[in-house]
């Protein structure tokens, strides 16, 4: 499949890129020879691959979901300005 001067130009438009008229013949080429790359991959048969999420066959090493740290709310509000009821207080903003 081959694109033309048009679909480059809408191609361009899209990605927000500026060509000037000279880039057009060699960016039409490069376009086509990738789009005719991708279909001739498109034609291999894959119907027997198993899809994988990792080209290596490893399990994901996972840490232990426990608690390392705890927030002490109080010391931190010992900072703060203002604090009601372990809230802080800050000045109202919308009418």
Same mark, same amino acid.
Request: charge should be negative; hydrophobic fraction near 40%.
């Given at each position: 499949?081959?694109?033309?001067? #048009? *679909? @480059? *130009? /809408?191609? %361009?438009?899209? !990605?927000?890129?500026?060509? !000037?008229?000279?880039?057009? %013949? $060699?960016?039409?080429?490069?376009?086509?020879?990738? @789009?005719?790359?991708?279909? *001739?991959?498109? *034609?291999?048969?894959? =119907?027997?691959?198993?899809?994988? %999420? /990792?080209?290596?066959?490893? !399990?994901?090493?996972?840490? %232990? #979901?426990?608690? &390392?740290? &705890?927030?002490?709310? #109080? /010391?931190?509000? $010992?900072?703060?300005?203002?604090?009601?009821? =372990?809230?802080?207080? @800050?000045?109202? @903003?919308?009418?």
């Amino acid at each position: 499949m081959s694109l033309d001067k #048009d *679909q @480059v *130009q /809408h191609i %361009a438009m899209l !990605a927000r890129l500026k060509l !000037a008229d000279d880039e057009f %013949a $060699e960016t039409v080429d490069k376009l086509s020879r990738i @789009v005719d790359f991708v279909d *001739q991959l498109s *034609q291999a048969d894959t =119907g027997d691959v198993v899809p994988m %999420a /990792h080209p290596l066959n490893q !399990a994901q090493r996972l840490r %232990a #979901d426990a608690v &390392t740290e &705890t927030v002490d709310r #109080d /010391h931190f509000q $010992e900072n703060a300005p203002s604090v009601e009821g =372990g809230f802080y207080l @800050v000045p109202k @903003v919308i009418e």
